[in-house]
């Protein structure tokens, strides 16, 4: 079982996008019982999934409509949020850096 910290900013994003809603809910299903160990794990939940450096993974939400970007502390299981956006504010930054939340 994962901790996934800041899941209220997926919360916050869904309710001003409804549209983002029911993949947001479906990955965090997915994630909050995924064991991942590295990258190539997370790749095999979520085939559309891309690492990046820093231990980050960007998903497509909705159909690539948005952009969440996830840091990852293997050793512990936890997944912290670090972007939730539109494609074009996705484009706007450093996956490898944001620390949006």
Avoid: C
């Avoid at 085939?47 to 820093?54: G, L, R, S």
Wanted: net charge positive; no cysteine; charged share 25%.
């Amino acid at each position: 079982m994962k901790n996934i910290i800041a899941i209220r900013n997926l919360v916050q994003f869904y309710q001003k996008h409804p549209d983002a809603k029911s993949s947001l809910e479906t990955w965090l299903s997915i994630t909050k019982h995924a064991t991942w160990w590295k990258p190539s794990d997370v790749v095999k939940d979520f085939t559309d999934a891309d690492p990046v450096k820093n231990n980050r993974v960007v998903f497509n939400i909705a159909r690539n409509k948005y952009r969440l970007i996830v840091q990852i502390s293997y050793p512990r299981q936890w997944v912290f949020i670090k972007f939730i956006g539109t494609h074009s504010e996705y484009d706007r930054v450093d996956a490898t850096t944001i620390d949006q939340y």
